[in-house]
């Protein structure tokens, strides 16, 4: 437990975080860089850029009161100190992404509304079920929920996002790297955790791989409504990926994810990359915690 409380203390988070990669960024970039002015002129790349940003406001607000409410009920000392700065990270999250929405030219006062407008409704769903769990104190299914599950898809949906952004928008990009290394330490909390208390409670099983079970036919909802009909949006995001780079002087990269090349994949090639790496790595984390990942139906 030494260790534990080591590894997760709020002096190492500090090292880690206010002062390792996020000193000197402002919302997560540099203060210098903007949203790159053909994207604001662009309606079609304005829109869905709202659109994407939305889902991740969405996301991170559950992970903000998925991580706070699991403070209270940690059994250990160890476990609060590490969700309290995990809270602070998620609300960080809230802020960088509510601020790229205003960036985008969402007016403040209609942040409820744009969420409301563009929130997807098996996101929404996504997160019911996790804080249901967290409302009645489940400590077990709210770390596996939150820190796996949940964690689990933002940190390779981040990924993706920041390999799409790199020419085209490189202040999004380095927004997105800072949220990657969160999510890495979130992850590595999870699985480091949760192990010897699913040990401790073998009848808990069933019941925390139906909640995942549940969780993912939602997710993957969301990842077929986010590449339905985005051909438009995506081939315009490489176009002026493209056009940036040459108006820098540069050559463009060639950019591959998992296997796919960035630069002449479809939606539903994307759409496939993303949901088959976000579910290995389901398999793998519920695997060294004790769990067997539970398949759900394929979504309509």
Not at 36 to 49: G, Q, T, W
Request: hydrophobic fraction near 40%; glycine fraction near 8%; aromatic fraction near 8%.
């Amino acid at each position: 437990m030494a260790d534990f409380l080591s590894q997760y203390s709020i002096q190492r988070w500090l090292e880690m975080a206010p002062q390792g990669y996020l000193e000197d960024t402002v919302y997560g970039h540099d203060a210098d860089e903007e949203e790159p002015a053909e994207l604001l002129d662009n309606d079609l790349l304005r829109e869905e850029s709202i659109r994407t940003t939305v889902q991740l406001v969405v996301g991170e607000r559950c992970a903000l009161a998925a991580s706070s409410g699991l403070v209270n009920c940690a059994p250990d000392f160890g476990s609060k100190t590490f969700l309290a700065t995990q809270t602070l990270d998620e609300a960080r999250h809230v802020e960088i992404f509510t601020q790229r929405l205003y960036d985008l030219g969402v007016n403040k006062d209609d942040l409820e509304s744009t969420l409301d407008r563009y929130a997807n409704p098996n996101l929404v769903k996504f997160a019911e079920i996790l804080l249901e769990r967290v409302q009645d104190g489940d400590f077990v299914a709210g770390v596996v929920g939150q820190n796996i599950v949940l964690e689990g898809m933002a940190f390779t949906v981040f990924e993706l996002l920041e390999a799409t952004s790199r020419q085209a928008n490189p202040k999004f990009a380095h927004t997105l790297s800072g949220t990657i290394a969160d999510e890495r330490r979130h992850v590595g909390f999870g699985e480091n955790r949760i192990g010897s208390l699913v040990r401790e409670q073998p009848q808990r099983k069933a019941d925390v791989e139906q909640m995942q079970k549940e969780m993912t036919y939602y997710m993957l909802a969301t990842f077929a409504d986010s590449f339905s009909g985005n051909a438009a949006a995506i081939e315009e995001t490489r176009r002026i990926g493209q056009e940036l780079t040459a108006d820098a002087g540069g050559e463009p990269q060639q950019a591959e994810w998992h296997g796919a090349d960035l630069a002449t994949a479809s939606p539903e090639e994307l759409e496939d990359v993303l949901a088959g790496t976000v579910l290995d790595e389901f398999k793998t984390r519920l695997g060294r915690i004790g769990l067997e990942y539970q398949s759900p139906p394929v979504p309509a």
